[in-house]
């Protein structure tokens, strides 16, 4: 395996459809990767002008996941698809991911990992006796910049920390735009496809994640707020919570869908006793470190700068002043991912940056963060609630 590329299936990704495209486009990106197979939509029409437009034969498009499971079983080891991606609403996650686990394939499954605690919980069951692979694309771990942060944070650059502020500003959904058509606002604000989490669900999660992975600490309590602001919405579209983290560090964390004439506005903010730093995904390639004592640093992404540290470089692919973006950053993630897979298929141990991605542990602790939001932002009585297990 580790002399060709990873043959990838997709689940979703049809035409007019968004995050499906850029799970292909951040696959292929670092040439570890082929497309070889997909069920891109229930409607196979759609699927199937979805798979052409891929070049792929109307033999590898599929009616339905369970059918492109079953056909590729049947072809050749050196056809069939070695792992699948997974690009659908919430409720149809863990069926599919569990189905390909359960036949020997890796997966690689956008977040939030499955529609309940439950599912999750099973599915990190079924990937640890399986031995199989999985990686979770929360896309902002995936950032340059990022990974620097992380690596300062933990040397001690900072300090000790003591306070996190994480937010994710999003404007989109200030109106109720789901009543039309031509977006995807449908199944987000639907309980029954989204699961019980809106804004908390789709980009909640998201600053939660970033939280933990640059600080290298956990959340252990939150105390929370959730509102639904547009009329007739059956779900929240804003919230925030309160946030205590291992080793005494408090936190703040906003995320809203409702933010008139933002876009998708994630930042955090780690303050230590020596320093602090901030990064703004609209502003992705500069990291900003502020001293009580010199002037701030502006720290610059980019293969040439020397003063990076090692996991931060291996993630920078072009030189300083051109952007390391969105899908850059799922690349990174589906890059680390095949050559995990491709290490433990050899029978060797992956190195740690290869195992630098968000796995089914991950996607536990999301769901948690997002079960434990609900609980304190719903409760007229208990606000602090620890960590739901």
């Given amino acids: ?4 590329k990873l043959r990838m299936g997709i689940i979703g990704g049809g035409r007019n459809g968004f995050i499906g495209e850029v799970h292909i486009r951040a696959a292929i990106m670092e040439n570890q990767i082929e497309l070889v197979c997909g069920c891109f939509s229930r409607n196979y029409e759609v699927s199937i002008e979805s798979g052409r437009s891929y070049y792929l ?8 996941y369970r059918e492109m499971f079953e056909q590729e079983a049947l072809l050749p080891d050196s056809e069939r698809m070695d792992f699948v991606a997974i690009a659908t609403p919430n409720n149809f996650h863990y069926e599919p991911a569990a189905m390909a686990l359960d036949l020997g394939y890796d997966v690689v499954l956008d977040k939030p990992m499955t529609f309940s605690l439950e599912e999750a919980k099973m599915l990190r069951e079924k990937v640890e006796k399986s031995g199989k692979t999985l990686a979770l694309t929360h896309v902002y771990a995936g950032y340059p910049a990022v990974k620097e942060a992380k690596v300062r944070v933990a040397r001690g650059d900072l300090g000790t920390i003591r306070r996190v502020f994480v937010e994710y500003a999003q404007g989109w959904l200030a109106q109720r735009i789901e009543l039309q058509s031509g977006n995807n606002a449908g199944w987000r604000t639907d309980p029954k496809q989204s699961g019980k ?4 669900g789709d980009i909640g999660v998201h600053a939660w994640h970033l939280s933990e992975y640059v600080t290298g600490l956990k959340v252990t309590e939150l105390c929370a707020e959730l509102k639904t602001f547009v009329p007739g919405r059956p779900i929240d579209d804003d919230a925030a919570a309160f946030l205590h983290f291992e080793n005494g560090v408090t936190g703040v964390l906003q995320a809203t869908q409702i933010a008139t004439g933002e876009e998708n506005n994630i930042r955090i903010r780690i303050y230590g006793d020596k320093g602090g730093l901030e990064w703004r995904q609209m502003e992705p390639n500069t990291l900003y470190v502020k001293w009580t004592d010199r002037a701030t640093e502006e720290i610059r992404i980019g293969n040439g700068y020397k003063y990076l540290s090692n996991l931060a470089k291996r993630n920078i692919r072009v030189p300083g002043g051109h952007p390391e973006g969105f899908i850059e950053a799922f690349a990174n993630i589906y890059r680390n991912f095949a050559l995990t897979v491709k290490t433990l298929a050899a029978g060797e141990i992956p190195s740690a940056e290869c195992m630098d991605f968000p796995t089914v542990y991950d996607g536990v602790r999301g769901m948690q963060f997002i079960e434990t939001m609900i609980a304190s932002g719903y409760s007229n ?8 297990d």
């Fill in 197 to 200: 989490g809106g804004c908390v």
């Fill in 1 to 4: 395996m580790k002399d060709r």
């Fill in 57 to 64: 034969p109307d033999n590898r498009i599929y009616r339905t």
């Fill in 381 to 388: 009585d208990q606000k602090w609630i620890k960590w739901i």
